[in-house]
């Protein structure tokens, strides 16, 4: 299992970064994916999910800005992020819904990849 989020990168309030996931095997095809974002100090939250079908959700604090879409062919996941604000500032990572499980018994896990850092300047 592997997941690569990048994309991320400085910008200033208002400005527009899109974020890039690769997937091992047929992982973004085949699943319910999600892109979260971890900030210092606080607890990972979702963000934006789409389903397999290609309906998308948002939260409450991203809709209107953000989009997040799939390209089943290339196996990537995107979240196009516009109108960003000093408090969109996070580690994103891209998983499926729920989170891949690794590990066994007391040690399972969730795995979450490489993600990739978003800053907003004010």
């Known amino acids: 299992v592997q997941l690569q989020a990048s994309g991320g990168g400085l910008v200033q309030a208002g400005g527009s970064l899109r974020l890039s996931c690769a997937a091992s095997?047929?992982?973004?095809?085949?699943?319910?994916m999600g892109w979260y974002r971890q900030a210092p100090g606080k607890q990972r939250e979702l963000v934006a999910h789409?389903?397999?079908?290609?309906?998308?959700n948002y939260r409450d604090f991203v809709k209107g800005r953000f989009t997040i879409s799939r390209d089943n062919a290339s196996k990537v996941l995107y979240l196009q992020m516009n109108s960003l604000k000093p408090e969109d500032a996070a580690v994103y990572y891209c998983?499926?819904?729920?989170?891949?499980?690794?590990?066994?018994?007391?040690?399972?896990?969730?795995?979450w990849g490489q993600g990739t850092l978003v800053t907003v300047s004010s």
């Open positions: 789409i389903f397999t079908d290609g309906s998308p």
């Open positions: 998983n499926v819904i729920p989170p891949i499980k690794i590990g066994k018994g007391w040690g399972q896990r969730d795995y």
């Open positions: 095997g047929d992982i973004v095809r085949n699943n319910h």
